[in-house]
């Protein structure tokens, strides 16, 4: 894949207008990380996710919200009140010229404001609606509120996450809504397909429930097929059907590495490799050197075996840094990886080679900020962050004036009545 | 004139490489929206998702996975042997018949069997290639082998889940497993536009790795511009309190409650009875709260313990608070809106008796999902896909059969 810059991007034909909040702004970032023309439209003022940390030198700004950086890469921003009937009305001027409107309200606040999809596509037959919500648009949780605590408890996620003797324990740093985010994202491409096909618009429903539900893995499985419920292990992993438990995070040096001896002809040469590894540095496995590896099964093992395996293994570990372990198993096909902080990514030369961290200036803090670049690599199309999230109502002028064709006057009009600038009190 | 609603993909065909978690399950969409899909897997070196448990009555069989089963309906699987010489004539077929190619080996693997992209633009000019693996086809630790387990590791999540007292417990099993197939298909759906519009097609490369990275990026920019690296801390959260999981009535029961504004304070302490360590002093504004989060907890954790997870749950939500019942697989398989959303269902399977699928997460309004088919059994549709799709000619079909090609 080369790194020249390609003339048109994958999603360079669409407009998206992008009222939501922190459970949907992913989605719009994706769709402009891929070339789409997204704008921001925020209440005059600016959206109240950006009051979300963390924050630029830790100031406390709304200008300076990581958060909002992260999630709005690639946007333009305008703001617009769309609670009064004249914002409305602009904003369903906007909508003519859109092929998407992505959207995060309490299910039935847009209906109330006549920019539910049945309004929307009188305007726009071909427009796409697409809403994230905490539980969906329908159903008997629909009007349920929620949080990334709770998004995640009833997903069935959380139950499983932790150690063993304590409660359930969410990730610290909040992702549930990222993956209703990327759902919607992918939503609002499978209805672009189609309406490309057939000329109609559609809604697109999103749940934060929902999306991050299959994160949970084959805790289903485990129900379905045994009626077994899978417990949440901590640093370990456990076999339901047999109660065998084996260790996949362990200490190292100056931090954790992950890694457990992966069953079956697809974890042999890791295994081997290892054990050859742990073997050279003087400790005693040579009772699993000769271990027929491909028929390796942790159901097929007492747990004083496992322990007998695991004690080698935790001390040659315990003896090394994570970027000696690291280092080692890419090169000797070991799969092992470190529990990675934000430092050992940036410091990460497989991230460098492939070119993932992008520069964005930011002139008004005088700064240059790095980031994680768009999600993939495509060989025909350039995927790639272009521009650092919007101020508030940065875009106001060229989007109000320049495109929809308001004059210097009228804008100074809608400003005064609150609908483009809140009013200063 | 009403149109008959199409099926979204309808006549989109995918040559499916993929095995384990990511491909898969990005496929399915394909799928379950109306694509032909034609997995082609091997006997020989099955899908490791074949091979692991559980199995229905501990039963152990290549047919009869769940893990694999639930992540594979709606597709056709032909058996093909790839390292066998004869493979190729196969393969080409396929290659001429499909719109996209999707695979999830280590890369490199498609080189050896004349299958990278490079190969087979010269057979089909505007073919989509969709690549999955751990960081890239590209870089010095492309060919690091790993999976799910420690992806999730090296993609930050690992450290950053569990109590600030102790080493980490880590997010639950392969967690970028199911963070990478958002992108596979956000990626393959962009490029069929892209090629509906220009006539070229692309190669598709995605490192889950990468993908897992893009949901921690605020957390990644408090490291690039702050210096922080963020750490455990169990359930507490900077702008609400309460905010926990607490143990309710019964056994290993638990209801998470997260409470953000000053109303919604007022709402949880209507609804807990308001008793009267909820108007002390400690505990009077958000600012107190967080400051004394230990103490609420274990006070708000003493009414908790009184009752189900499902009253509070119920309780709390009518009073605007948000709650929600930490569920078990026994409650998620239940719950009444995942239901509502048809998230599992379950098929009649002939060596599972029946296999509970998952469907894929999103629902269209005007463009319902296909009807559901049961996943397929190794190798079930190789004549069919060979013959019908394919138009492969008896006689070679039949000579491939007797060659040990279809194995």
Redesign the interface.
């Known amino acids: ?1 080369d790194s020249e810059q390609k003339s ?1 991007r ?2 360079s ?1 669409y407009r998206v207008l992008d009222l939501a909040d922190e459970k949907g702004l ?1 989605c719009g970032k ?1 769709l402009g990380d ?1 070339g789409a023309d997204v704008i921001k439209v925020e209440k005059p003022g600016g959206d109240p996710t950006r009051n979300i ?2 924050f ?3 100031i406390r700004d709304p200008e300076k919200s ?2 909002w ?3 709005n890469t690639s946007k333009r921003g305008i703001t617009l009140n769309i609670k009064k009937p004249e914002g409305q009305g602009i904003f369903k001027k906007l909508v003519e010229k859109a092929d998407v409107v992505i959207e995060s309200f309490s299910p039935g606040y847009m209906d109330k404001l006549g920019l539910g ?1 049945s309004g929307l596509s009188k305007m726009n037959p071909r427009i796409i609606l697409t809403s994230v919500s905490p ?2 648009q ?4 629909r009007d ?20 063993a003797d ?8 909040p ?1 549930a809504y ?2 209703a985010g ?6 609002t ?6 309406r ?3 000329g ?1 618009g ?6 934060t ?18 009626k ?5 292990q ?2 370990f ?1 456990i ?3 047999t109660g065998i438990i084996f260790r ?2 362990w ?1 190292c040096k100056d ?6 001896y ?1 069953g ?3 974890g042999a ?2 295994n081997r490799a290892l054990v050859q590894w742990i073997g050279e540095e003087g400790f005693d496995v040579a009772f699993m050197k000769d271990r027929d590896w491909p028929k390796f099964d942790y ?1 097929l093992i007492s747990q004083e075996e496992v322990n007998r395996m695991e004690k080698p293994t935790a001390e040659f570990f315990k003896s090394h840094t994570k970027k000696e372990l690291l280092a080692g ?2 090169k000797r ?1 070991v ?9 050992d ?2 410091e ?4 460098a ?2 070119k ?1 961290w992008a520069k964005l200036e930011h002139p008004e803090l005088g ?1 240059e ?4 670049d768009a ?7 350039t995927c790639t962050i272009r521009r650092r999230a919007p101020l508030i109502g940065e875009h106001n002028e060229e989007i109000y004036q320049k495109e929809l064709g308001f004059s210097a006057k009228e804008l100074v009009a809608l400003k005064k009545r609150g609908i483009i600038y809140r009013i200063k009190k | 004139m009403i149109a008959q609603t199409k099926k979204l993909f309808e006549g989109v065909r995918i040559f499916d490489l993929t095995w384990t978690g990511v491909g898969p399950t990005a496929i399915k969409y394909f799928a379950e929206y109306g694509a032909q899909v034609v997995k082609v897997e091997s006997s020989l070196r099955p899908d490791p998702l074949r091979t692991l448990p559980p199995f229905v009555d501990n039963k152990v069989g290549l047919d009869r996975s769940q893990t694999y089963g639930r992540k594979n309906n709606n597709k056709l699987s032909l058996a093909l042997n790839l390292n066998h010489p004869r493979a190729k004539e196969v393969t080409r077929r396929l290659i001429e018949w499909a719109d996209v190619i999707a695979e999830a080996f280590a890369p490199g693997a498609m080189k050896r069997w004349g299958l990278n992209y490079e190969e087979v633009v010269k057979i089909k000019p505007d073919i989509i290639m969709m690549s999955t693996s751990m960081q890239g086809q590209t870089g010095p630790a492309s060919s690091h082998p790993g999976y799910g387990y420690p992806l999730t590791s090296l993609s930050g999540f690992t450290y950053i889940t569990g109590w600030p007292d102790r080493p980490p417990a880590g997010a639950f099993g392969p967690f970028t497993d199911f963070i990478a197939p958002l992108y596979c298909v956000v990626a393959v759906v962009s490029a069929l536009d892209y090629k509906r519009r220009t006539g070229k097609g692309q190669h598709l490369d995605i490192s889950q790795y990468e993908c897992g990275l893009q949901f921690l990026s605020p957390m990644i920019l408090d490291y690039t511009v702050n210096g922080r690296e963020f750490q455990r801390r169990g359930n507490r959260s900077d702008c609400a309190a309460p905010h926990g999981v607490y143990r309710c009535l019964g056994d290993d029961r638990w209801c998470a409650i997260a409470v953000f504004t000053e109303e919604e304070w007022h709402s949880f302490c209507k609804v807990i009875g308001n008793p009267k360590w909820c108007k002390e002093h400690r505990f009077a504004t958000l600012k107190d709260r967080l400051k004394n989060a230990g103490e609420l907890d274990k006070l708000v954790e003493t009414w908790t313990v009184e009752h189900t997870a499902e009253e509070i749950m119920a309780l709390m939500q009518a009073a605007g608070v948000a709650a929600g019942v930490v569920e078990n697989s026994e409650d998620f398989v239940n719950d009444p809106q995942l239901k509502h959303y048809g998230a599992f269902f379950t098929v009649p399977h002939p060596e599972m008796g029946t296999c509970t699928c998952q469907a894929s997460t999103v629902r269209l309004t005007k463009t319902p999902k296909v009807e559901p088919i049961r996943p397929p059994l190794l190798g079930e549709h190789t004549e069919l896909v060979c013959k019908k799709f394919l138009g492969m000619p008896e006689e070679q079909y039949v000579s491939l059969l007797l060659g040990n090609v279809f194995t």
């Open positions: 894949m048109e994958m999603l034909p992913l994706i891929l940390g963390p630029y030198k830790d990581l958060y950086f992260a999630f999809y539980f969906g329908e159903g008997p949780y349920y509120k929620t949080s990334d605590l709770v998004s995640t408890a009833l997903s069935g996620v959380l139950y499983i996450t932790g150690d304590r409660p359930p324990v969410r990730i610290s740093f992702v990222q993956f990327a759902e919607a994202a992918l939503g491409l499978m209805a672009l397909y189609y490309n096909i057939t109609e559609q809604q697109v429903d999103t749940s429930q929902w999306s991050m539900n299959p994160a949970q893995y084959d805790v289903i499985g485990w129900w379905a097929a045994l077994k419920i899978y417990k949440r901590g640093p992993l076999r339901p059907n996949q995070h200490p931090g954790y590495v992950t890694f457990y992966f079956g002809p697809t040469a890791s159901a198993a890419t096909g799969m092992l990886y470190p529990a990675a902080t934000p430092k990514m940036l990460s030369e497989q991230l080679f492939r993932y700064a900020i790095t980031y994680p999600c993939f690599k495509a060989s025909e199309t």
